[in-house]
Nanobody, 116 residues
Framework: QVQLVESGGGLVQPGGSLRLSCAIS????????MTWHRQAPGKQRELVAL???????KYPDSVKGRFTISRDNAKNTVYLQMNSLKPEDTAVYYC??????????WGQGTQVTVSS
């Protein structure tokens, strides 16, 4: 079973930055797409970043220019760099992997709180 473990969340001031990490349990991981999602209380889970197997990225307008998804194949890790954070970015952030077999895996989530 593939396991994803997010880390790097915490409390940050408005305008600050955080980098989330998503560690994948296999040293060799052929992903089709990696995505980051977030869910705030009372709201639906929303996609905030996508990384395709070709290296392409996509972001919704709400985070474009502030969030960056990237990967380090040697470390089998995907990152979400978040800059210029706003209180509305407060949510639980989840990493998801879609592998070439068609299987899908979710991490357990990590809390990000943006507050003064």
């Amino acid at each position: 079973q593939v396991q994803l473990v997010e880390s790097g969340g915490g409390l940050v001031q408005p305008g600050g930055s955080l980098r989330l990490s998503c560690a994948i349990s296999r040293s060799i991981f052929n992903f089709y797409a990696m995505t980051w999602h977030r869910q705030a209380p009372g709201k639906q889970r929303e996609l905030v970043a996508l990384l395709s197997n070709s290296g392409g990225t996509k972001y919704p307008d709400s985070v474009k220019g502030r969030f960056t998804i990237s990967r380090d194949n040697a470390k089998n890790t995907v990152y979400l760099q978040m800059n210029s954070l706003k209180p509305e970015d407060t949510a639980v952030y989840y990493c998801k992997a879609n592998v070439l077999s068609g299987d899908e895996y979710w991490g357990q989530g990590t809390q990000v709180t943006v507050s003064s």
